[in-house]
């Protein structure tokens, strides 16, 4: 009886606050963080969450979704979900790289291109052909060319990719239930952000998707569109679970420094718009401006006045966010945020996080060369860190030198191991590796470069191949330079909450650029053409020597019928003109004999004492006919 | 010594002529084989002679009719006469006589429903057959109607009736006329007049299934918002038909909500009706808009949709004009082969109002402006009431009658059969006439299991097994599609026939010259030498 009065209460509840029960929300939350380098860091994020007695079925028995419904959920991704078994799925679209050493770490960190990795339900099905399908139902989604995965860059990371939302032990440790693609080449660009803004129930028409327009997008020096699908819990206790898609976009924009040298910012100047309407069907629609260390507002003022303050972590982690709710804030005007500094920006030395990496091309010329990665720990304790490397299959790794190098010799522990099989499969390494204190370690990994098939080679074969960005995962045992280390949460507000005690951060490094030998493409023609003329060459000769007998022969004067009853009417026109026939008749008769050489002949001495008879009968007997007709003449 | 010469000179040159035979023999037998093996496009075998065969084959669907009571036989023999003309369809018409307990129900039934449901019981009408019962009580028949037709498969008629009616309404019963048409040839149908072409155009492809999508648009949900349990009308009155089809065509069923996106319309106020009129020469324009968020990237199954549009504040209320000016009575509009629109207006906020404001939207109103829309997209028999005839009114309105069921499976299975026709046979002209198309063992695996299906369902269709010749029919179908639209087939349609000549002719032209050349050599081993010897003798 009280819990039927309870779910009656409820369901009043809803129908005072809202007129009707939703049972999905929708919420837009932006955070603009003015970093140490002068640039602006701004994140949007919008989640919609949605949770039927269905969807909670689905996520507590691991079973495909099966939406027909949809109201703010996109109906486009909803089937897509639903029709290839997804339970998790993360999609990042990346322009530029994300400087860890000088912005610390962002909210969702991507690697530069393209970046999918989901978790399946268990099925019955054929993965390999789901996740295939899957890339190309998704590259139609997001106008990306994902399906440029296939099997030779998929794998499934045994630590690196757990599940971010729910799941239990013996799905999280079942890689087998996951794939990882990662396109280091893809562009992104408006083409993607448009199908990305159709997937919000307000489009671009209101909300703080007004603020996205292309170009102040596009000119950034970072630039991440992202898709995350997970379920999740409902609330702290986790007594309830829903179904949560966050669309996230972070854009980091270049220093905007004013000629006097002030880091003032304003919405209008960052995205060359104002807010003017609110997005009705959001339930909330925030701004967060980070405020670290300015909470009195002596570093810059903002205008208009944030309605409040948060302010969560201590110490070294501390932050302060000023709050500003936009639908309130919205009355008809325009809303601008303008902050002013107080000062010049000056650039100094930026205190670099507790842990980054870079990784570079070792090596020269186009034989050998070694990816190196570069691990530093400015930590006061040793961090154990996984490190993964999905490397194509055309380089060819030496494991046997893989090694790492320091003061202190530190163990690498291998997780797993994938080899490369030339056109099927990638190399997959994950490794455990220890960094001591304040230290720097590298790892190299020697390679060899393989020579592809000319149909391999991209159109472009001389820019170099493209090898997908590393990822690092780690626990940090602050939250640091940490944005987000409540992962549980599903709004970007309480997403922001500082938490003490570690904090998992995963990192992506550089993508590098690989020069394989390259062939010249004109060849394979040249080659045909090459060895048709060798073969015709080779070939006429041969046949003419073996066909063909080389005989000596006189030259003479060639006699065709018609050729002689021309002469005769000539003979019969020319009766009187004997003197001059004469002249004719002993030219004619003085034939010239040459001989041809043929160093294959044997019979050379032969062939000298018949020069004289050796002539063809038929031609002899042509001869003496002449010589009569000549013979009758006179 | 010149006997020694030339006997030595004759042993070279019948050297050279063999070695040159040789040459040509190599050439002949090594190089064309490997040439042929290693150009030749793979063409697995194909069922030419069947298909054409196949494509002769007589369509029609056998009905079977029974003519139930005491008649003349007049009846059977005028209406077999009447019927004989239609074309498509065989009746096999046979009578009998009613049985005692069919008559005792007859003088017992209290109503005509009553009777309709309890004879249907009894008498067992097969599916894909239709029964007339003739009924002598003049009772249930009310003053001037004599042809009755009944919610399943029977028809009940006065014992003095006119032949020429009855005969056009199991005419129009058995299959949809248009589609009738539409199947027997698309030449029938540009003789069809403007509007009865329009009607024919109209139907969906005949597909094995459909995505139905209910889409409701909401362009200021900020002044409203809307309440409409989707779920719940569509289960209520969708969610019957869905499953009465099942059988036919599977339908499945979502619903979305899009908000902030309105039908790019410009409507103009109407002092005469007091409200915005949308004339009906703009109608075509309005989906563009929003097309874009309607797509499926996973399916590629035909779409239905249909759009259930809120007007604008300042557009409110909308109605739609028809060319005379009037306008229309449902406020909605089917768009050929993809749905309906239809317009929604909603009750005005008051003044003061705070927003949003709350509207519960009719579910009763929309899910049958919905059904009429799929019943006039999908090839469904329909009978109007005339004089003389009555149809009875249906339990449920949005069901359909079991005798609408076999006229629209007997539609698709005529559909069905042309469409596999043309498929296939087009497919046989493309690799006829494009001779660098592979067919892979895959595709031609198909076309046979196509093909194979394809005579059953003909067989099914004339033997009158209509769910059968329905199952038949659409594997048939998928099949031939599926090997019509394989990527394989196209792989090497675009290698231009310029660059096999450029790798060709620098390899044979110098090669084959010479050995062409020498042939003449060849044939004087055969000829040269008798006419030599006796000129020696």
């Given amino acids: 009886m009280g819990e039927f009065a309870g779910v009656l209460l409820v369901f009043l509840s809803c129908l005072v606050v809202t007129g009707r029960c939703r049972d999905d929300t929708f919420t837009e939350e932006l955070l603009i963080r003015p970093l140490t380098s002068g640039h602006i860091y701004s994140h949007f994020e919008?989640?919609?969450?949605?949770?039927?007695?269905?969807?909670?079925?689905?996520?507590?028995?691991?079973?495909?979704?099966?939406?027909?419904?949809?109201?703010?959920?996109?109906?486009?991704?909803?089937?897509?979900?639903?029709?290839?078994?997804?339970?998790?799925?993360?999609?990042?679209?990346?322009?530029?790289?994300?400087?860890?050493?000088?912005?610390?770490?962002p909210i969702v960190d991507a690697p530069p291109g393209a970046q999918l990795w989901v978790w399946f339900n268990p099925t019955s099905e054929n993965l390999d052909q789901t996740w295939r399908d899957l890339v190309n139902a998704l590259s139609g989604l997001v106008c990306a060319s994902l399906n440029f995965i296939d099997s030779t860059n998929t794998v499934s990371p045994e630590l690196s990719y757990r599940p971010q939302g729910l799941a239990e032990e013996w799905y999280a440790g079942n890689s087998s239930y996951m794939r990882y693609a990662a396109l280091p080449r893809e562009n992104v660009c408006t083409e993607n952000l448009t199908p990305w803004k159709k997937l919000l129930p307000c489009d671009t028409q209101s909300g703080l998707s007004m603020l996205l327009h292309p170009v102040p997008l596009y000119t950034a020096h970072y630039h991440a569109l992202s898709l995350h699908l997970r379920p999740s819990c409902k609330?702290?206790?986790?007594?309830?679970?829903?179904?949560?898609?966050?669309?996230?976009?972070?854009?980091?924009?270049?220093?905007?420094?004013?000629?006097?040298?002030?880091?003032?910012?304003?919405?209008?100047?960052l995205f060359s718009t104002q807010l003017i309407y609110t997005c009705p069907l959001a339930s909330m629609s925030k701004i967060y401006v980070d405020v670290t260390g300015n909470r009195d507002m002596k570093k810059f003022t903002l205008d208009p006045e944030p309605d409040i303050f948060d302010e969560s972590g201590s110490g070294p982690s501390l932050r302060q966010l000023a709050v500003y709710d936009v639908q309130a804030a919205l009355a008809g005007d325009g809303f601008n945020i303008e902050a002013t500094y107080k000062s010049r920006h000056i650039y100094g030395i930026i205190p670099s996080p507790h842990l980054h990496v870079s990784r570079f091309i070792t090596g020269y010329g186009q034989e050998g060369g070694s990816i190196t990665v570069k691990f530093t720990n400015s930590g006061s304790t040793s961090l154990s860190v996984v490190y993964l490397e999905v490397l194509p299959w055309y380089l060819r790794l030496f494991l046997h030198t893989s090694h790492s190098y320091s003061h202190t010799k530190s163990p690498v522990y291998i997780s797993k191991l994938v080899t490369a099989r030339d056109r099927e499969q990638g190399w997959l390494y994950e490794a455990v590796v220890e960094i001591p204190a304040s230290s720097t370690i590298e790892l190299s990994l020697d390679f060899t470069r393989a020579l592809l098939k000319w149909l391999e080679y991209p159109p472009d074969a001389n820019h170099g191949f493209y090898i997908p960005a590393a990822t690092i995962s780690a626990v940090l045992p602050t939250p640091r330079n940490v944005s987000v280390n409540s992962l549980t949460c599903s709004t970007l507000k309480d997403k922001l909450v500082v938490q003490d005690g570690p904090s998992f951060v995963r990192l992506h490094t550089e993508t590098l650029l690989v020069s394989l030998p390259t062939p010249d493409f004109s060849m394979p023609y040249n080659v045909i053409c090459l060895a048709c003329t060798v073969v015709a060459l080779a070939f006429g000769p041969i046949h003419n020597i073996t066909t063909k007998k080389l005989v000596l022969k006189k030259i003479e004067n060639k006699e065709s019928s018609f050729s002689r009853i021309v002469h005769r009417v000539k003979n019969i026109f020319k009766r009187g003109h004997k003197v001059e026939n004469d002249c004719v008749e002993k030219d004619a008769t003085k034939e010239q004999v040459i001989v041809e050489e043929n160093p294959l002949y044997e019979d050379r001495e032969d062939l000298e004492d018949i020069t004289e008879e050796d002539e063809d009968e038929v031609k002899t007997s042509n001869k003496t006919e002449n010589s009569q007709e000549t013979k009758k003449d006179r | 010594m010149t006997k020694l010469v030339e006997e030595k000179d004759m042993a070279g040159s019948r050297e050279g002529a063999w070695a040159a035979a040789g040459f040509a023999a190599v050439l002949v037998l090594v190089g064309l084989p490997v040439w042929w093996y290693t150009t030749t496009v793979y063409r697995a075998h194909l069922p030419y002679s069947t298909i054409v065969n196949l494509s002769g084959q007589p369509l029609y669907h056998a009905t079977g009719m029974t003519l139930v009571g005491e008649t003349t036989a007049t009846l059977s023999v005028e209406l077999e006469k009447n019927l004989r003309s239609m074309q498509g369809i065989k009746f096999q018409i046979s009578k009998r006589k009613p049985r005692k307990e069919e008559i005792a129900m007859i003088k017992s039934a209290v109503s005509l429903s009553d009777l309709d449901n309890k004879l249907t019981q009894i008498m067992h009408v097969a599916a894909g057959t239709l029964a007339v019962f003739v009924v002598h009580e003049p009772d249930f028949f009310e003053s001037n109607v004599s042809i009755i037709v009944g919610r399943h498969r029977l028809t009940y008629v006065k014992p003095g009736v006119d032949v020429q009616l009855l005969s056009t309404v199991i005419k129009s019963m058995v299959i949809d006329p248009l589609a009738n048409k539409r199947a027997q040839g698309s030449k029938l149908l540009h003789q069809l007049p403007g509007m009865h072409k329009r009607e024919a155009m109209r139907q969906v492809p005949t597909e094995p299934g459909y995505d139905v999508t209910l889409t409701l648009m909401v362009p200021e949900p900020h002044r409203t918002e809307?309440?409409?349990?989707?779920?719940?009308?569509?289960?209520?009155?969708?969610?019957?038909?869905?499953?009465?089809?099942?059988?036919?065509?599977?339908?499945?069923?979502?619903?979305?909500?899009?908000?902030?996106?309105g039908l790019n319309v410009s409507p103009k106020w109407s002092t005469d009706h007091e409200h915005f009129a949308?004339?009906?020469?703009?109608?075509?324009?309005?989906?563009?808009?929003?097309?874009?968020?309607?797509?499926?990237?996973?399916?590629?199954?035909?779409?239905?949709?249909?759009?259930?549009?809120?007007?604008?504040?300042?557009?409110?209320?909308?109605?739609?004009?028809?060319?005379d000016g009037e306008p229309t009575e449902t406020n909605s509009f089917l768009v050929p082969r993809w749905g309906g629109v239809m317009i929604h207006n909603i009750p005005l906020a008051k003044g003061n109002a705070s927003f949003p404001h709350y509207v519960t939207l009719d579910s009763h109103w929309i899910m049958s402006t919905v059904l009429t829309h799929l019943h006039r997209l999908l090839p469904i028999p329909s009978l109007k009431e005339t004089e003389g005839l009555k149809i009875l009114p249906s339990l449920d309105t949005c069901l359909l009658t079991e005798w609408q069921l076999d006229g629209l499976a007997r539609a698709r299975v005529?559909?069905?059969?042309?469409?596999?026709?043309?498929?296939?046979?087009?497919?046989?002209?493309?690799?006829?006439?494009?001779?660098?198309?592979?067919?892979?063992?895959?595709?031609?695996g198909w076309v046979w299991g196509a093909v194979e299906e394809w005579s059953e369902c003909g067989q099914a269709a004339r033997e009158g097994r209509l769910q059968e010749a329905t199952l038949y029919c659409s594997r048939s179908f998928t099949q031939a599609d599926a090997a019509f639209f394989h990527p394989s087939m196209l792989a090497l349609l675009y290698f231009p026939d310029n660059q096999k000549y450029a790798i060709y002719v620098p390899l044979f032209l110098p090669v084959s010259i010479p050995v062409i050349l020498s042939l003449k050599m060849v044939l004087g081993l055969y000829w040269k030498p008798s006419p030599r010897k006796e000129k020696v003798e």
């Fill in chain 1, 46 to 105: 919008f989640t919609t969450t949605w949770t039927t007695p269905e969807i909670t079925r689905s996520i507590d028995q691991y079973r495909d979704f099966e939406f027909s419904h949809y109201d703010l959920f996109p109906r486009a991704f909803g089937e897509i979900v639903e029709r290839y078994h997804v339970r998790e799925l993360h999609l990042s679209l990346t322009q530029g790289l994300w400087r860890h050493r000088k912005w610390g770490y």
């Fill in chain 1, 235 to 269: 609330d702290v206790s986790c007594s309830s679970v829903h179904l949560e898609l966050t669309q996230a976009l972070s854009l980091v924009q270049g220093p905007t420094l004013s000629s006097s040298g002030h880091q003032d910012w304003s919405l209008q100047q």
């Fill in chain 2, 226 to 261: 809307i309440d409409w349990d989707a779920k719940a009308a569509v289960n209520e009155y969708l969610k019957p038909v869905v499953n009465q089809l099942e059988s036919v065509t599977k339908l499945i069923v979502r619903s979305q909500v899009l908000y902030m996106s």
């Fill in chain 2, 278 to 323: 949308l004339p009906q020469d703009q109608l075509p324009l309005t989906i563009n808009a929003i097309e874009a968020k309607l797509g499926s990237f996973v399916w590629t199954r035909p779409s239905l949709h249909f759009v259930i549009y809120i007007p604008r504040k300042k557009q409110m209320p909308l109605h739609i004009h028809s060319s």
């Fill in chain 2, 414 to 444: 005529s559909y069905y059969l042309s469409n596999i026709h043309i498929t296939l046979q087009s497919l046989c002209e493309l690799v006829g006439e494009i001779s660098n198309m592979v067919i892979s063992d895959e595709v031609g």
